[in-house]
């Protein structure tokens, strides 16, 4: 093994810290952030991708004020979209900066990142939430900043979590046979995706809910044999 590839909600944060902090805080700001930057290039260009991708879905012309009205019942639904994942990131910067925001890491984390970074193992994360959120997490993480231990960071660019060429692409994109990763979820479906694609993989068990699968089963990092 050559790479630990992690998950994020429910493997190294908690699932509660992204929806009952990072959700509502962007959910809060969304409106008065794209009104105040509006003219800023990334936000003009996201919230013309939510009327574009509108238009096509069948909802008609969207003005900027119904875009905005928009993405606000996306972050409801959780919906996994470019534009919405770039406005939220620009809005999560500013809370965590501004020291509103402290990202969630659960206790073990540190312990282990260094343990696996001193055993000479690269780490990696793959989110379904953004590289710049990933980013932001980890920089102004409870534990400080744990960015220095991570060399790669993927999101859904690279594919859908429970989707198998998406493993094969990160590995290629590493450069590592699938066979030298470890990928650790909370996600059996993710697992499954990771493992068909050559991948070793743990599942972790941090909430009494989380749907256990056939992979090696842990409750914390540091139950990990690395």
Same mark, same amino acid.
């Given at each position: 093994m050559k790479f630990v590839l992690m998950d994020v909600e429910g493997t190294t944060t908690s699932i509660s810290f992204v929806h009952e902090v990072l959700f509502p805080f962007?959910?809060?700001?969304?409106?008065?952030?794209?009104?105040?930057?509006?003219s800023q290039k990334e936000v003009r260009e996201s919230l013309d991708l939510v009327k574009a991708d509108a238009k096509k879905e069948g909802l008609g012309e969207l003005g900027d004020k119904q875009a905005v009205l928009l993405l !606000?019942?996306? #972050? @409801? &639904?959780?919906?996994?979209?470019?534009?919405?994942?770039?406005?939220?990131?620009?809005?999560?910067?500013?809370?965590?900066?501004?020291?509103e925001i402290k990202g969630h890491v659960y206790e073990d984390v540190l312990p282990c990142f260094k343990i696996w970074s001193e055993k000479g193992l690269a780490l990696g994360i793959y989110s379904s939430g953004s590289v710049k959120a990933q980013h932001l997490i980890f920089e102004y993480s409870?534990?400080?900043?744990?960015?220095?231990?991570?060399?790669?960071?993927?999101?859904?660019?690279?594919?859908?979590?429970?989707?198998?060429?998406?493993?094969?692409?990160?590995?290629k994109e590493l450069g590592l046979n699938p066979n030298e990763i470890l990928? !650790?979820?909370? #996600? @059996? &479906?993710?697992?499954?995706?990771?493992?068909?694609?050559?991948?070793?993989?743990?599942?972790?068990?941090?909430?009494?809910?989380?749907?256990?699968?056939?992979?090696?089963?842990?409750?914390?990092?540091?139950?990990?044999?690395i």
């Open positions: 962007s959910r809060e700001r969304m409106e008065s952030f794209v009104t105040h930057n509006i !606000l019942k996306w #972050i @409801k &639904e959780d919906r996994k979209h470019f534009a919405l994942k770039t406005l939220q990131g620009l809005i999560w910067e500013e809370g965590y900066k501004s020291g409870t534990s400080g900043n744990l960015r220095p231990y991570l060399k790669a960071h993927f999101d859904t660019l690279v594919g859908h979590k429970r989707e198998v060429q998406s493993y094969l692409n990160i590995a990928f !650790l979820s909370d #996600i @059996k &479906e993710e697992l499954d995706a990771a493992k068909d694609a050559g991948m070793m993989t743990t599942q972790l068990v941090r909430d009494e809910n989380v749907v256990r699968g056939s992979h090696a089963v842990i409750g914390q990092f540091g139950e990990l044999s």
